[in-house]
Each structure stands twice: as C-alpha cells, then as structure tokens.
C-alpha cells in the first residue's frame, strides 16, 4: 500500500510517499481502507519530535511509528477474531495510532465509532481529534451550562471551530476570538460575538465569561482571568508547542495553572488528551442532529501531504485541513 512515512524527525520536506505492507492485525483491531484523514498540530508535534517529552511515547532516537496521522475515515476490511463492534463493509471514523495517512491503518476497535450519516468521509475525518478535544474542553472541563457566557480563542480553528458549535449546543452564549479574515466564518458557526484579536484583547468587555477555553496557548494566566467572572473556568487546550524545546508551551497547563487553581477562586484546568468511543458517539449525535457541521477549509491528495503540512502550519486555515486517499477501482 502507499504510506507517507518518516524515517527521522524532522520538517515535513523529509516526509516520503512509499510502497510498504499493509498492517497486521491484532485480534482487537480493525484494519480500515482510509478514505480521508485529518491533520492536528499533534502531527506536527510527532513529526518534529519535539517539544522532546513527546519522545517518551514516540520514540526516543526516530519514529517509532513510520506512518504519520491519526484522525481516520474509512471502511472496514477486516476484522480481527475478537472484535464485536464491526465488520468488514462498515463506514467508521476516529483515530489510528499506526498512522492513518496511508490506504490502509489498523487501529483498535475502541478508537473507531461509526461515521455519521451525513457526513462525506473527508468531513468525517475533521471530528475525530478536534471535536473530542472541543467536547471535553465544553464539557468535562469548562461544565458548560445553558445561559453561561463562553469565551472560545482560537475560534476558527480545528478545536474552535468545534467549539463553538458544541458550546452553542450546549446552550452557551459564545464569543469566538479569531482574525479578522475569520469573522464572517466564526460566526457562521453560531457565535453571537466576535474578538478580532488583531486589534483587540479577550477582555474588552471585563470579567464577563464564565469559561474561557483557550485554544491559541499564547496568552498569560493573568490575561486569561481577567476576561473571567469571580468564579469562571478556564479551559486550557493549547500550548505553542514551537516554544520551548523540552515542553513547548505546555508548561503553563501541564505547571502554572493546577498550581494557581489551588489559591484562586477561578478554575484552571488543562482540558486532557483522552480519546473515548463514547464521544466520538456523542459527536456522531451531534452531527446528525445539525447542531455541528465540520469545516474542511481544504482538502489535499495523500501525494500532497506535505503541502497540506505546510498549509496547516502557515495559511491560516478555517476549519480543518483534510487529506483524502483515493483507492484504485478493484
Ligand atoms: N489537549 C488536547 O487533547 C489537544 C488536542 C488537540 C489539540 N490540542 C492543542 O490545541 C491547540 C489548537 O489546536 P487546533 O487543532 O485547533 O489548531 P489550529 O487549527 O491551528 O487552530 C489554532 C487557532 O488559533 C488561532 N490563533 C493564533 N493566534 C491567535 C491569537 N493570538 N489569538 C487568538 N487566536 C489565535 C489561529 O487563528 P489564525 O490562523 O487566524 O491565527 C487558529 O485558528 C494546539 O495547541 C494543539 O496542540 C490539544
């Protein structure tokens, strides 16, 4: 099958596009003919191992998967002898840990769920990591409650553009921070107020949310609570990871704020990086019902990955970037 692999860490430009076998699979696993996948800064991060803690999970000297990605849409081809859950034929999204930016990746039944109805297969792929990481920052870590004000910075992208959605659905009045090129589309997503944080900060109109979720990662604690209410949350999703070689930007969800939580009267959190079925059902609901539509701002061929990489990285984009695999006829 054709893979994007890499050997070393590194920028995107030492990615290849290769022949290499097709992945066994274990008794649990799935092996799924990727149709679309999406990209994250987590593959960046994988990819540039660095900052460096990440190596403790991907290997300390080079890879120790070759196969880049992890968000996945596709069709079961085969099953593994002790998975219930599916068989071969079935549309399903989530995520691969083997790579999902090839035609085939193998992944364990309890990180797919079955794809929305409605969605095409490269919408599908935008959700995986993006929306659980906006479902857990709205509801496990912000408690998003119904006529709560939230604040979502970094509002047009994979995370925020999730966000919002979610956080609207969860009956939130939502505030989206995004540049100006951006507005029109944050709220087309449902927000009921922009921040164009080009010429304006996140508390422009004083302590009035009662959770932030900050997706951007640049901004000081302290400027963070000032937009906050006496008792608000905030919800810490990102850190500039290309800051800082050991921890990137991540000392500040990982140290600073559980430290500050325990003297203040706002809640910090670091919104945590697990991946259950049971949201990725939660999402397919929300899907299905209209309250969230995935934005696939563009899509890229697996030969064009790197360019997809770098468009991620430098162009700004709305909504999600996807890469789609097309199989030859059979
Ligand atoms: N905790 C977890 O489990 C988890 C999971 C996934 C992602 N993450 C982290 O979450 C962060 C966001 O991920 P993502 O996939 O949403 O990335 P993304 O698609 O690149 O979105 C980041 C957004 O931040 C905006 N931004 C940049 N500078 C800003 C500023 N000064 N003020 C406000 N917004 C600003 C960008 O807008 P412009 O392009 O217009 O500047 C972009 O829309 C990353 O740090 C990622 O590592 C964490």
């Given at each position: 099958m054709k893979a994007i692999v890499y050997d070393r860490y590194g920028p995107p430009s030492g990615l290849r596009l290769r022949d290499i076998d097709r992945p066994e699979i274990g008794e649990h696993e799935v092996l799924v003919r990727v149709h679309a996948a999406g990209v994250?800064?987590?593959?960046?991060?994988?990819?540039?191992?660095?900052?460096y803690l990440v190596?403790?999970?991907s290997g300390l000297r080079r890879p120790r998967v070759?196969?880049?990605?992890?968000?996945?849409?596709?069709?079961?081809a085969e099953?593994?002898?002790?998975?219930t859950r599916f068989r071969p034929g079935d549309e399903v999204?989530?995520?691969s840990l083997r790579g999902s930016y090839a035609e085939f990746t193998a992944t364990h039944e309890r990180r797919l769920a079955g794809k929305p109805a409605n969605?095409?297969?490269?919408?599908?792929?935008?959700?995986?990591?993006?929306?659980?990481?906006?479902?857990?920052?709205?509801?496990?870590?912000?408690?998003?409650?119904?006529?709560?004000?939230?604040?979502?910075?970094?509002a047009a992208g994979g995370v925020g553009s999730q966000a919002v959605q979610i956080a609207k659905a969860y009956g939130?009045?939502?505030?989206?921070?995004?540049?100006?090129?951006?507005?029109?589309?944050?709220?087309?997503?449902g927000a009921d107020d922009v921040v164009d944080y080009t010429r304006e900060e996140i508390d422009r109109d004083g302590p009035v949310y009662d959770v932030v979720i900050d997706t951007g990662g640049n901004r000081p604690l302290s400027l963070l609570r000032r937009a906050l209410t006496p008792r608000g949350t905030l919800a810490l999703v990102g850190g500039d990871w290309t800051r800082g070689a050991l921890l990137g930007g991540y000392g500040r969800q990982m140290f600073g704020a559980p430290l500050l939580s325990t003297v203040?009267?706002?809640?910090?959190?670091?919104?945590?990086?697990?991946?259950?079925?049971?949201?990725?059902?939660?999402?397919?609901?929300?899907?299905?019902?209209?309250?969230?539509?995935?934005?696939?701002?563009?899509?890229?061929?697996?030969?064009?990955?790197?360019?997809?990489?770098?468009?991620?990285?430098?162009?700004?984009?709305?909504?999600?970037?996807v890469i789609t695999v097309s199989h030859p006829a059979t």
């Open positions: 994250d800064p987590g593959v960046l991060i994988f990819l540039a191992g660095r900052p190596r403790l999970t070759p196969v880049l990605g992890r968000d996945v849409a596709g069709v079961v099953v593994g002898a002790r998975v999204y989530g995520t969605l095409t297969f490269a919408q599908a792929a935008a959700v995986p990591v993006s929306g659980m990481t906006a479902l857990r920052a709205v509801r496990d870590t912000g408690l998003v409650r119904p006529g709560h004000r939230v604040l979502v910075i970094g939130a009045t939502v505030t989206g921070v995004c540049s100006p090129t951006a507005a029109d589309f944050v709220r087309s997503l203040v009267g706002h809640r910090l959190r670091a919104v945590s990086a697990r991946e259950r079925i049971e949201d990725l059902d939660e999402l397919r609901d929300l899907v299905e019902s209209g309250a969230l539509t995935p934005s696939v701002d563009s899509g890229y061929s697996l030969a064009q990955t790197v360019d997809a990489l770098r468009h991620f990285s430098d162009g700004h984009p709305a909504g999600k970037v």
